[in-house]
Structure formats: C-alpha cells, structure tokens
C-alpha cells in the first residue's frame, strides 16, 4: 500500500478515482489504504475549500431547533425582545454577559458564540453597576459620599453570606448578571434586614407551616398576616425591588446573627408568581441554608437541573395547593374546576390559575385571576 500526498488536481482526481475501487472491499489491507486515502482527501478538500465557521446566530439557532426553543425562550439569556432579535439576524454580537448565559443555560459553545469579533470586558465600573450604584442613593441605602465598592466593603463586613455570594450562587442566577450589581442588592437586603429585631425560631413542621402561610393568601389583610406569620417563625420578610444589572426574583440568605431572611422583587408584579416565589424561598430556608450556603438566589424564569431547585419548586407547588386536591385538573379543566381546586386548598384563586397557565405553558387563559399589580400595592404601602 503506497498512497502519496495529493499536491494537484490530478492527485485528488487519480486519489477519489483509487477510492472508489476501494469500496467495499473486505480485506484488511484494503481497508487500511482506503482510510488513509480518504484522511489524505479530506485534508485536500479543507485547504482548498475550507468550511466557514457558523457565526454566533448560526450557532444559537441550531441549538434553538434541536431544543424547540422559540425566541421568547431567549429572553432570560440576551434581554428584551428586540436584543434576540438584532443577536439572531446578525445585527449585534453576543456581549460576554450574553455568550455566559447561553452557555451555561443552553450549553452552547463557547467557541461557536465568540464569532469574529472581540468581547473585552470594561475596564472600569459597568454602566449597569454605576447604575445600580444611584438606584441605591435613591432608595437610601448607601451614605452620602460613600461609592458602590465602599458600600459592598462596608457591607461584606457584617454580612458573611455577601463575601461567600460569588462562590455560592446556583444555577439559577442569570448568567448575565452584573456581580457586582447583585452583590450590591444582597448587601441592601441585609442592610434593612438589620433594623429588624427578631428571635431565632426553630420550625418542627415546616410543611404545616408553610401551607399556614399559603392560607394566607385569601384574606383581605394578607401582607400584614404573612410579615407577622413569618416573624413568629423567625424569618425577616424584605421587600427590595430589583437593581440594573441583576435578575431576580427572590432570594434566601442569612443576617450576620444566622436569623434567616427572604427578599422578593415584585419584579412580575402578580399575586400567582409573588405567592409561588415566596414559598420556593421559604423552602430554601428551612430546607437548604447551611454554614457553607448561606445565600441562595433565584432567577425562576431560568431553568435549573439542581437538586435544591427542583426541591424548592415541588415544595412551593404542594405548599400551594397539595396534590390530591389538584388531582383531575387537566388543560380541558373549566374555570370552575380550577376555582373549586383553590377553594379546597384554601388559597387565592390566582394561585390555582397560575398553576394552570405554568403548567399548560397558555397564558392566554385566566388573565384576569392571576392578580396582576395587586402586588406591589398591597406591600408597598403596608
């Protein structure tokens, strides 16, 4: 067996032509010479017509088709629909935010996602930490002459859980989030966590607890009941609105003093969501909070296979309403059916529809029971 590099077209021609006769043929020898003839013809092919890599639209919208993904899926990873748009026609490159996030959410290539154009990070504060930074002045938290990173030192002395945050935070926190913008959130959560005096509590039954805190949810006084509910139980409840740069819709962290503490967002201001991430956080804290993890942080429109999620996630649906009562409501379940499942369990009826409209992925339906702005002005003004 001779076979020589092919340097000219007639090589390549006399190599396909030899190949051809090679196929099927059985002997080992042949065999042999004919994968070594086709490695020489395929590394002729690629120097006289090399194969373009796909550019970072190509690559998101294959893994887009292989995983039925619409454009809205997206959403979570590159920000409004119109950025999915311009990042899939080509119009703009994937920021280094961006190429994280599909990485780690879709398990797209970094490679594929880089493209040909650079992606250096700032050299300085982001313009989302800098704007973080003055949401913060707005709301009072920092002081007058103090900077974002004098406000984190400050913070992250009195507050193990910020120190540890970058090497505790899950799946679950968007991969495009501006640390140091959610570092900052946590340390204005725990700031107004410590002007609430408070007894550590230990929960037998956290199960029963919870579905008293779900219980809730009908009452016309139900922000009043659940901040004090929560504090019989030894739990601070802060509401703090998300900062540029993060995406979030709550959190489960420690004070300094081990007291627990929940922090939402409101940032879908809907009482289905507020009451579904409110028990997802409670069960990170009775369930998952330890020395070694003492901030937990959710995106909950970002998908997780960990464990701790998907524990939090089955706690807060049965919390909410327990299986058997939601046994037999299916997509053809009338509006009745539905109201009656959240009548049984004793929750809002929002809760009930809210779980529909997730489970069944329609939206459409129960529009007008999911409890859209009653949120923020129920908490804001308690």
Request: charged share 25%; net charge positive.
């Given at each position: 067996?001779?076979?020589r590099?092919?340097?000219t077209?007639?090589?390549y021609?006399s190599a396909l032509?030899?190949?051809a006769?090679?196929f099927?043929?059985?002997?080992p020898?042949?065999?042999?010479e004919l994968?070594?003839?086709q490695?020489?013809?395929?590394?002729?092919?690629?120097?006289?017509?090399?194969?373009?890599?796909a550019?970072?639209?190509?690559?998101?919208k294959?893994?887009m088709?292989?995983?039925?993904?619409?454009q809205?899926?997206?959403?979570?990873y590159?920000?409004?629909?119109s950025?999915v748009?311009?990042?899939?026609n080509?119009?703009r490159?994937?920021?280094?935010?961006?190429?994280?996030a599909?990485h780690q959410h879709?398990g797209?290539?970094?490679?594929s996602?880089?493209g040909?154009?650079?992606h250096e990070?700032?050299?300085g504060p982001?313009?989302?930490s800098?704007?973080a930074?003055?949401?913060l002045?707005?709301?009072?938290?920092?002081k007058?002459k103090?900077?974002l990173?004098?406000?984190?030192?400050?913070s992250?002395?009195?507050?193990?859980?910020?120190?540890?945050?970058?090497?505790t935070r899950?799946e679950?926190?968007n991969?495009k989030?501006?640390?140091?913008a959610?570092?900052?959130?946590?340390?204005a959560?725990?700031?107004?966590a410590?002007?609430?005096?408070?007894?550590?509590?230990?929960?037998?039954?956290?199960?029963k607890?919870a579905?008293?805190l779900?219980q809730?949810?009908?009452?016309?006084?139900?922000?009043?009941?659940l901040?004090?509910?929560l504090?019989?139980?030894?739990?601070?409840?802060v509401?703090l609105?998300h900062l540029?740069?993060t995406?979030l819709?709550?959190?489960a962290?420690r004070?300094?003093?081990?007291?627990?503490?929940?922090?939402?967002?409101?940032r879908?201001d809907r009482?289905?969501?507020f009451w579904f991430?409110?028990?997802?956080?409670?069960?990170?804290?009775?369930?998952?909070?330890?020395?070694?993890?003492?901030?937990i942080l959710?995106d909950l429109?970002?998908?997780?296979s960990e464990?701790?999620?998907a524990e939090?996630?089955?706690?807060?649906?049965?919390a909410?309403?327990p299986?058997?009562?939601w046994k037999?409501?299916d997509?053809?379940?009338?509006?009745?059916?539905?109201?009656e499942a959240?009548?049984?369990?004793g929750v809002?009826?929002a809760?009930?529809a809210?779980?529909w409209?997730?489970?069944h992925?329609?939206?459409r339906?129960f529009?007008k029971l999911i409890?859209?702005g009653?949120?923020k002005s129920?908490?804001?003004s308690?």
């Amino acid at each position: 067996m001779t076979v020589r590099p092919i340097r000219t077209d007639g090589d390549y021609q006399s190599a396909l032509k030899r190949a051809a006769a090679l196929f099927g043929q059985n002997s080992p020898k042949d065999r042999d010479e004919l994968d070594v003839l086709q490695a020489v013809i395929e590394r002729w092919e690629r120097s006289r017509h090399p194969v373009e890599a796909a550019t970072p639209a190509e690559a998101i919208k294959f893994r887009m088709a292989q995983e039925g993904l619409s454009q809205r899926d997206l959403i979570p990873y590159l920000g409004s629909k119109s950025r999915v748009s311009e990042i899939l026609n080509g119009q703009r490159q994937p920021t280094v935010d961006q190429i994280r996030a599909l990485h780690q959410h879709l398990g797209i290539p970094v490679t594929s996602l880089i493209g040909t154009s650079r992606h250096e990070p700032a050299a300085g504060p982001s313009s989302t930490s800098l704007a973080a930074e003055g949401k913060l002045r707005r709301l009072g938290v920092m002081k007058g002459k103090e900077n974002l990173a004098g406000f984190l030192s400050r913070s992250k002395a009195s507050a193990p859980a910020i120190a540890m945050l970058r090497k505790t935070r899950t799946e679950r926190t968007n991969a495009k989030t501006d640390m140091a913008a959610l570092e900052a959130w946590c340390a204005a959560v725990l700031v107004r966590a410590e002007k609430i005096t408070i007894k550590k509590t230990e929960i037998s039954d956290p199960e029963k607890a919870a579905r008293r805190l779900a219980q809730l949810s009908p009452l016309p006084d139900w922000q009043d009941q659940l901040v004090a509910a929560l504090h019989r139980m030894g739990i601070i409840l802060v509401i703090l609105e998300h900062l540029p740069g993060t995406f979030l819709d709550g959190a489960a962290m420690r004070r300094g003093d081990g007291i627990p503490v929940i922090a939402l967002t409101l940032r879908h201001d809907r009482l289905d969501n507020f009451w579904f991430t409110l028990l997802h956080e409670f069960a990170h804290v009775v369930c998952h909070l330890s020395t070694d993890r003492q901030v937990i942080l959710d995106d909950l429109d970002v998908a997780s296979s960990e464990a701790i999620e998907a524990e939090a996630d089955s706690f807060a649906r049965n919390a909410l309403i327990p299986p058997a009562m939601w046994k037999g409501i299916d997509k053809d379940s009338s509006t009745e059916e539905v109201l009656e499942a959240a009548q049984k369990a004793g929750v809002h009826p929002a809760i009930a529809a809210g779980r529909w409209r997730f489970q069944h992925s329609d939206y459409r339906r129960f529009s007008k029971l999911i409890g859209r702005g009653e949120v923020k002005s129920a908490l804001m003004s308690a």
